[in-house]
């Protein structure tokens, strides 16, 4: 019973410190999670809360767009990170998005 009460603590401690009220909420939508060698790939910024964005695309590229498009050369999972801030810049959030690409 002590430890369940110790754990409850714990994560309700964790949820609090991890986001305050009003602070960017980072989220990538696509309209599609397929693709084809290719094909032109178009990720938007669906954030709230947010002043600042920077994109890393899949090859590494870095863009601050609101949506980004991206041409996958080679059949694989494509990963797109999107970092969001306030206007300060004192906390920036990450989210990432995966994508297939067939042949």
């Given at each position: ?16 410190s ?7 909420e980072?989220?990538i939508?696509?309209?599609r ?12 910024n669906?954030s709230?809360?947010f002043?600042?964005q920077?994109w890393?695309?899949p ?7 609101e949506s980004?498009?991206y041409v996958?050369?080679?059949p694989?999972?494509?990963t797109?990170k999107?970092y ?16 297939q690409v067939n042949p």
């Amino acid at each position: 019973m002590k430890q369940m009460l110790l754990l409850t603590v714990f994560a309700v401690l964790v949820l609090i410190s991890c986001r305050r009220p009003g602070a960017p909420e980072p989220l990538i939508c696509s309209d599609r999670s397929v693709y084809q060698v290719l094909d032109t790939i178009k990720m938007n910024n669906c954030s709230k809360n947010f002043s600042n964005q920077r994109w890393i695309l899949p090859d590494g590229s870095p863009s601050t767009l609101e949506s980004v498009y991206y041409v996958a050369q080679n059949p694989g999972i494509y990963t797109f990170k999107l970092y969001v801030s306030d206007d300060d810049f004192v906390n920036e959030y990450e989210t990432m998005y995966q994508i297939q690409v067939n042949p």
